[in-house]
């Protein structure tokens, strides 16, 4: 009854949340940057963290080029990720 009835009523909501929580997951920057900064000796410093203290120390062309393939590889992640539980959802119903 799952498979039949509830799962094609949920598939847009679980498609959404799916996207959401992948490109949630990879933006961590308020968390880190309102509770430790980078944290002792950088030990919670994630790429987004480092990209924006590299605009910072006025290394812009650097700083330009990290965001960028940051963008590439989530656009790459989320992309096929999107677009096959699109596919699962058009093909439930």
């Known amino acids: 009854i799952f ?3 509830k799962f ?4 847009p909501a679980f498609t ?16 880190v940057q309102a ?17 924006w203290r590299t605009f910072g120390q006025g290394l812009y062309a650097q700083s330009t080029t990290m965001s960028m393939i940051l963008f590439i590889l989530v656009a790459l992640i989320a992309l096929p990720v999107i677009y096959i539980l699109r596919r699962r ?5």
Do not use: H, Y
Not at 8 to 11: D, E, I, K, R, V
Not at 16 to 31: E, I, K, Q
């Open 3 to 5: 498979w039949k009835i």
């Open 35 to 51: 509770m430790t900064k980078g944290g002792p000796g950088g030990s919670t410093e994630i790429l987004n963290i480092f990209i």
């Open 89 to 93: 959802e058009r093909n439930i119903f």
């Open 8 to 11: 094609p009523l949920l598939a």
């Open 16 to 31: 959404f949340n799916v996207a959401t929580s992948l490109l949630g997951s990879l933006n961590g920057f308020d968390m």
